[in-house]
């Protein structure tokens, strides 16, 4: 597909809310409104192009509301998370950027109000976990709010949000007679903007603390749970079920083996010599974390991916401790230990799902491989073009493991 935004670098945020079409998030229109309307690239310019789009939803919203059309103004609070919520990614980075936190905010509230509209409206809840909660919403099964019926537990990655979690899967699940819990787990939106609470690699002790509270939720059939993680969560949502076997079934969108295990093959490429496998990457020589280090700060992207959110998800300020955070990150170990079915997903173009494929084949569970083309629309990471098919295709997958086996 062509760009929309000018710079690519814009485009790849840009564009994530076209996945949400499907479910009320955006237009096509409106996306590109927001591209037209940058006049620079820039990262401010790119805030408050999104920013301004969504408080203009926000004030329909309120306006709607006041002339008495509660579903009007449901959509367009709704739409209005959506805009506050892909405004501040450029921004990522410690310390935290007044103005993430004041679109965050934003975002929250328009959820917020938005679902207080929906004929069944979610319930907010505080998870206890450790020292304090995690926020969260459960999602009523539509149309079957008030009946007994599996839950879906739904992860994000590395900078999804619950606006994103809700956009991307709940909704479709709700339709579909599932409900479904989203939540902020530790490195994970207010999880990490507002307490700078870092990113885990032990996910089944988050997942314990969220089945344990939920499960004494009405309507909920604790023998029916499902762990859905996408992006990231396609490998915090496996490592969660080796450890948590109340997990009825497993989803990883798409599976996702290790945070660094594409860093060995780079770190060869860039420097001639692939590193040791039993070497840990946070104890690589000075002069290979120098070279690493300043590939990584000359070029734009991987400087986002890894300075500007490695760095703050994990709460570190330099390379040799990122690396040695996310070497934790690793199915090493675990993917034995998943006995419950499990669905991986890959998509023909993700770079992150590319080692799918033998994630699967250590897999010693019921396990089904599910592979998305380019040619539906779906070839990219997470098949953000195409959510509508992945939601499909998940769900019906996970019907014949909940209602036809």
Not at 47 to 75: M, V
Not at 81 to 93: E, R, T
Not at 247 to 253: F, P, Q, R, S, T
Not at 326 to 347: H, K, Q, S, V, Y
């Amino acid at each position: 597909m062509a760009q929309i935004f000018r710079d690519a670098f814009y485009d790849e945020f840009g564009t994530w809310a076209l996945g949400y079409i499907p479910y009320g998030g955006a237009d096509f229109g409106e996306v590109t409104a927001v591209a037209e309307s940058m006049g620079e690239d820039t990262d401010l310019a790119f805030y408050n192009a999104w920013t301004t789009s969504a408080d203009r939803l926000h004030q329909q919203a309120e306006d709607a509301l006041k002339l008495g059309h509660r579903t009007s103004a449901r959509e367009l609070f709704l739409k209005a998370s959506v805009f506050y919520c892909g405004s501040y990614h450029p921004l990522y980075g410690s310390p935290v950027d007044p103005l993430l936190l004041k679109a965050f905010r934003s975002q929250v509230e328009s959820l917020d109000r938005g679902f207080a509209l929906l004929d069944t409206p979610p319930v907010s809840l505080q998870i206890p976990f450790e020292q304090g909660f995690m926020p969260a919403y459960l999602i009523p099964a539509e149309k079957c709010e008030a009946e007994v019926r599996p839950l879906i537990i739904f992860t994000n990655g590395y900078d999804g949000t619950m606006t994103d979690m809700y956009f991307a899967s709940a909704a479709a699940a709700s339709r579909r007679g599932y409900h479904s819990l989203i939540f902020d787990g530790p490195g994970q939106g207010a999880m990490l903007y507002e307490k700078a609470i870092p990113l885990r690699p032990d996910w089944e002790t988050v997942v314990k603390a969220a089945i344990d509270f939920v499960v004494e939720q009405p309507n909920i059939d604790p023998q029916r749970i499902a762990l859905n993680g996408w992006s990231l969560g396609g490998h915090l949502a496996p490592r969660a079920a080796s450890g948590e076997p109340r997990v009825a079934a497993l989803i990883a969108d798409p599976g996702t083996w290790s945070i660094t295990g594409g860093f060995r093959g780079f770190i060869g490429k860039l420097t001639g010599h692939t590193p040791d496998p039993n070497v840990s990457l946070g104890e690589l020589d000075d002069e290979t974390i120098a070279k690493l280090d300043a590939f990584i700060c000359c070029d734009r992207r991987f400087h986002w991916k890894v300075v500007k959110r490695g760095f703050w998800v994990h709460q570190v300020d330099n390379l040799r401790n990122y690396l040695r955070a996310a070497e934790p990150f690793t199915m090493d170990g675990r993917a034995e230990l998943i006995r419950c079915p499990t669905l991986i997903t890959m998509a023909e173009r993700d770079s992150l799902g590319a080692d799918a494929p033998s994630f699967f084949n250590e897999l010693k569970c019921p396990k089904t491989l599910l592979r998305f083309s380019a040619a539906e629309g779906a070839g990219d990471h997470c098949e953000m073009k195409n959510r509508s098919l992945v939601n499909q295709k998940t769900l019906d997958w996970l019907d014949e493991q909940f209602f036809h086996a």
